[in-house]
């Protein structure tokens, strides 16, 4: 237990010295965007520190698998990625980002991000009694002899050995006719 500690203070000491402005910055967001900062390695927060502030408040839309591929890129392709990421940003509607909903009401606040999930409507139940099946219908139906009549497909009462399809039609016959 005692070799953790030196570590999570070595950890703590790691952590990258703020400017004052990036410090006031920091200082006016709220908690949870402060401890999520706070719990991302020290390199995305040195990063972080980098970027003009439309893609800082876009870093903060990025998944942790999208940060993690930022990270592993040259910075020719991080370039390449901010530009396509900011011409995204700049050709999509404020409110909307690619099927989510967002709304922001400064550059320092929050984004709220909302699912829309797609809702597929079910058929309503049925209402009385299902009709027999038959040669026609096969859906929404009863099999016959559930309903208690006296025909349609009888149930094997045993496994006959061997699927169908590896059966020769002679064995198929003899099969049908123990029944």
Partial sequence: MLGAAPVAIHAQDMAPQMTAMQQSQYDSWPAERQAEFMGWPTEYQT???TLTPTQQEA??????????QIATMTP??????????????????????????????SSNSNMVMRSNPVVQ????????????????????CINPREAGKNYGNVPL???????????????????????
């Fill in 157 to 179: 009462d045993h496994w006959p050995g061997q699927p169908a399809s590896q059966m020769s039609a002679q064995e198929k016959m003899q099969s049908d006719s123990n029944m």
């Fill in 121 to 140: 409507d079910a058929p309503p139940p049925h209402q009385g009694e299902y009709p027999l099946c038959t040669d026609g219908r096969t859906n929404n």
């Fill in 76 to 105: 020719m392709q991080q370039q390449q990625t901010w530009t396509a990421i900011e011409s995204q940003l700049s050709s999509s509607p404020p409110a909307t980002t690619s099927g989510m909903t967002g709304t922001t009401q």
């Fill in 59 to 68: 870093y903060w839309m990025l998944s942790v698998d999208q940060r993690s």
């Fill in 47 to 49: 990063y972080y520190w």
